[in-house]
T-cell receptor
Framework: DADVTQTPRNRITKTGKRIMLECSQT?????MYWYRQDPGLGLRLIYY???????NKGEISDGYSVSRQAQAKFSLSLESAIPNQTALYFC????????????FGAGSRLTVL | GDSVTQMEGPVTLSEEAFLTINCTYT??????LFWYVQYPGEGLQLLLK?????DKGSNKGFEATYRKETTSFHLEKGSVQVSDSAVYFC?????????????FGTGTKLQVIP
């Protein structure tokens, strides 16, 4: 099994629908992240969490919310999806302070029509 | 704020050619530098890293040297293979408030043809 598992891998939805992307990890890492990847823009941080009770906004959090249900689970929600949220979403984990290596999931491709 | 600038892609090379992908950065303090690789249909994975000036990161034949004087971390490989076809991301990690923020470049797509 993958260290970081994202579901669903692909999702097509309509404008205004609520969408949840789920992430689970077996790395035992405290820190979890949600990134968005758009062509030509690289990866941008949406939210990050250092532990179950510590959740922080990233650079592009508007229109998104998150929930850290357990150390191993971190979900991203779009309360009312819009077409410009069409993107590839990645969950990642890291161990802690210092030169942290990020471990990424395989990504969730979301299309909002 | 911190930023990472990578050369525009796509880069197309013949097998066994020499590869350079340029990366320069802007950051306060002393960031750590990374190269991540994304193969088709997969998430990013660490290729190599360097944590201080003059460090050389290396892995799978790829190398990059942390050059503080030129604020650069160029990725090189002496002889590329078709299996190296992927998107390569340069990234830096630096303290921002109470958090070690990671800033990514826009990625450079490499295509290696037989």
């Amino acid at each position: 099994d993958a260290d970081v598992t994202q579901t669903p891998r692909n999702r097509i939805t309509k404008t205004g629908k609520r969408i949840m992307l789920e992430c689970s990890q077996t790395k035992g890492h405290d820190r979890m992240y949600w990134y968005r990847q758009d062509p030509g823009l690289g990866l941008r941080l949406i939210y990050y969490s250092f532990d179950v009770k510590d959740i922080n906004k990233g650079e592009i959090s508007d229109g998104y919310s998150v929930s850290r249900q357990a150390q191993a689970k971190f979900s991203l929600s779009l309360e009312s999806a819009i077409p410009n949220q069409t993107a590839l979403y990645f969950c990642a984990t890291s161990e802690g302070a210092g030169a942290n290596v990020l471990t990424f999931g395989a990504g969730s491709r979301l299309t909002v029509l | 704020g911190d930023s990472v600038t990578q050369m525009e892609g796509p880069v197309t090379l013949s097998e066994e050619a020499f590869l350079t992908i340029n990366c320069t950065y802007t950051a306060t303090g002393y960031p750590s530098l990374f190269w991540y690789v994304q193969y088709p249909g997969e998430g990013l994975q660490l290729l190599l890293k360097a944590t201080k000036a003059d460090d050389k990161g290396s892995n799978k034949g790829f190398e990059a040297t942390y050059r503080k004087e030129t604020t650069s971390f160029h990725l090189e490989k002496g002889s590329v293979q078709v299996s190296d076809s992927a998107v390569y991301f340069c990234a830096l990690q630096a303290r921002s408030g109470g958090y070690q923020k990671v800033t990514f470049g826009t990625g450079t797509k490499l295509q290696v043809i037989p």
